[in-house]
């Protein structure tokens, strides 16, 4: 691995659930582009779950339920962290978003948005993840999280050049990549959305706003290419999705959390059109 690259944590939490969505509760923090990708699942397939939301400003404790819409009101927790604790008093990693949780068990089932999505998917039908085009979804989600979604954090948290450069290279040559991809066909993977598509969404739409000021993806903006613009815009506007995208906390969220990218904590005013809803 390049010296200075940023390397996610692995997930801790991937167990299946027992029983139904009636038994489970939702944490998110919608300025979270892998929460999104849950928030945006549920709000599509109607599924019935609870969901609480933590705060888009993160400091050392981590995901925090400050009061106000940012309350959890299924266990009371202050900090996300609390969940944690409660499935695995051992665990010493960092506390992300989302997170599954069995009411009933009192535990955290599953803490990476790839299953999370899968599992709301089944719940609600399979629409999404039909059989007969999973090996064409999975491989699409492979190299489109590598390079792209995963992409704009190494090239954010990279610290060395090199390390950026590799990064930065891989976020552009996948966008190149969904250009190509998308100049004969509606989605991902045709005529019909699936669930690479939901996956790669909240990615898209924090781009120009965040991803190319705040983490150096400046290549070209998401506006710069029409078809990925058209397709942007196309999700954004199917029932419900536009729900689960609040730029405020997004924007509040990467800009005032990362304080040795941005320690003035100074929110960027724009872009003044995001291309989404015209
Ligand atoms: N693999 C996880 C990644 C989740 C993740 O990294 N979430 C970030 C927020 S965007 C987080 O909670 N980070 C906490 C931290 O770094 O302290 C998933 O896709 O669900």
Redesign the pocket.
Known sequence: MTAGAFV??K?QFRDRPEGGPDRHHLYV?L?????Q?AAIVRAVTGLEIGISYAHPY?DER??AFTGGQFVDDINGFELLQQAYDASDPSFEG?????VLWDKEAGRIVN????D?VVIFDEWTGGRFYPADKREEIDALNAWIYDEFQNGVYRAGFSRSQRAYDEAFRGVFSALERMEALLADRRYLVGDAITLADWRLLPTLLRFDAVYHTHFRCNGKRLIEYPNLLRYTRDLYQQPHVAETFALDEVKEHYYTTHDELNPKRIIPAGPLDLGFTA
């Not at 960092?94 to 989302?98: A, F, L």
């Not at 803490?111 to 790839?114: F, K, L, R």
């Open positions: 996610r944590q997930s923090a300025a979270c582009p892998w929460s990708r993160r981590g995901w960092r506390v992300s978003v989302p803490n990476e948005s790839a999370i």
